[in-house]
């Protein structure tokens, strides 16, 4: 069996590393920061009452498979998305965003599509695409390479931000379904699967944008909602980000793209939730009433249900169905 | 001779890609930003008298020569410099950054030095880290490669916000004095040099952050500074970016560093000033009295004098005792 390590990517090194840069950030006045739920952005403040929220993402070796295609229009969205969603984890408004794209030679072909996809994430996203940056660098990426990254900046204020520190237990699991694979695990993805024109076409399904649909929630029933983690690299373990001192079942969960099941053939099953988001691309927790939030998104369009509950096993998931465990 | 285009980057193409990119943005509500001098930065306002300005930037391959040495501890300041350096182009004291850091395979060494001279520039740049993104992609960055892009915030008023529009003939040219090649035309440079230690070592010096020094002189004759252009891609052309209806005439150039005059030897003198800064990192116009503004940049540890005037010769740049004029 595979697992994500095999595939090139050590998590655990990269986390260490995460490690050491947030102590030298802390160094470098990081204590004047908000702090937000799950570290999904980083929110300053402007005044007493406002803040803005900040997110720097890429899309990983997407970018790879799309060229194996050389269909460019969708990694944009993907883009937005992986930005947009992390900022509505905190409770921000997304606002603006900025992109990196840097490649050996640039193509017409590929740069247009590139940018029409950030445009179409930006309007799914209701951002203003500020601005960016091109750079060529011959030497750095082999022919048809390139890398992508989005900045993204949102709205908050101090009563709305979302802090996880009022999850508790027997509050409620609202999972939004996702697309496919979204923007995480496609080094492993790449790994296990054929390269035909199906799975590939399949693997670049672009990210929802679940921002909009999160954002008119939060407008309407914000006070219920203790927490929402963005489902990224790293998997379901993206719970344990919002608060340490529970733990989480998963009892009805949301059924896994056919994309994923394939995946999960050659991968063992503790893996595949820690690497994918397993039909989860977002999930939410409240405390209250969960209908009418659950109306309100799928008013937004989206196919949300109650997945679960949070428990008292601090740093403990569990999964109906399924002899999966995983701990923090 | 080589040029910046024999060098594998086309400067004409990426302008014409940068020109879709902004038509591609204007639908996407950029009209609602504030204009600001030479597109340095993005800003949007946050109410009525405040806004924020944004920017990214890359060091472009200044990467690929530190990696030559393995000598990772200055790209950090490199980074952040090309983006304070920018946001206060546009009046904006920086505030904020973001890194993204893209490699094959995580190494500690790389990105622990990486991280120090991040970490070093926000110092110097007075600018918190307020976080970043890692992304190990297998199969697109080679062993050993990586990329590096920077993202920055910055606070402005209105009324302290550069647009360059009172930028008049007449009015003084203040440069201030570049360290070297700082962070651009380096795939030039790499092309025409040796690849020896003490070549390299020059190449890598790294980038002068001239932000605080500035911010010091906006604070004391920000009534008096009509423009302020960062001497990044595009060499002294930058100029351009912030007035078209004026031109300028560069009567006392700063001193070439010595790792620009080798570079000269084998470049064009036209395409040199079209690439690199030629000695002036920052170029700053002055309407009024320049000395109080000279002493105060001075005291700020900067090297600036006099260097020349704006013209009414619309989009034209001279150069004394040299045949090169660039026209806009």
Chains 1, 2 share one sequence.
């Not at 999930?283 to 109306?295: A, N, Q, S, T």
């Amino acid at each position: 069996m595979e697992t994500y390590r095999s595939a090139g990517v050590d998590v655990g090194k990269g986390e260490r590393f995460v490690d050491r840069l947030k102590a030298a950030a802390r160094r470098a006045g990081h204590d004047k920061l908000w702090r937000a739920a799950g570290g999904y952005a980083a929110v300053c403040p402007i005044n007493e009452r406002d803040g803005i929220a900040l997110t720097t993402d890429g899309v990983g070796t997407k970018l790879l498979i799309a060229g194996q295609l050389k269909r460019y229009d969708t990694l944009g969205i993907d883009l937005v998305a992986m930005c947009a969603n992390d900022l509505v984890c905190v409770g921000a408004t997304p606002t603006l965003f900025l992109d990196y794209f840097a490649t050996g030679t640039l193509d017409d072909d590929m740069a247009d599509g590139l940018i029409a996809g950030i445009v179409d994430g930006c309007d799914q996203a209701e951002m203003i695409l500020a601005g960016g940056e091109t750079a060529e660098m011959p030497g750095l990426y082999e022919r048809g390479h390139f890398d992508l990254a989005g900045f993204a900046v949102g709205n908050v204020t101090k009563e709305r931000l979302i802090t996880g520190e009022a999850i508790r237990p027997r509050q409620t699991l609202i999972g939004m379904a996702s697309s496919g694979i979204h923007s995480n695990g496609l080094s492993l993805a790449r790994k296990v699967l054929p390269t035909d024109t199906d799975t590939i076409e399949a693997l670049l399904t672009p990210t929802i944008i679940y921002s909009s649909a999160v954002r008119n929630a939060l407008a309407a029933y914000g006070s219920l909602i203790t927490g929402i983690a963005h489902i990224t690299g790293g998997g379901w373990r993206n719970l344990f980000r919002l608060n340490s001192s529970v733990g989480f079942a998963i009892e009805d969960p949301l059924p896994v793209p056919a994309i994923l099941e394939r995946i999960s053939a050659h991968v063992q099953q503790e893996e595949m939730y820690k690497t994918f988001n397993m039909g989860m691309g977002m999930c939410m927790i409240v405390d209250g009433d969960c209908e009418p939030i659950l109306k309100a998104l799928g008013a937004s369009g989206m196919v949300a249900r109650k997945v679960g509950i949070v428990t008292d096993q601090s740093m403990t998931l569990t999964i109906a169905g399924s002899a999966v465990t995983l701990r923090g």
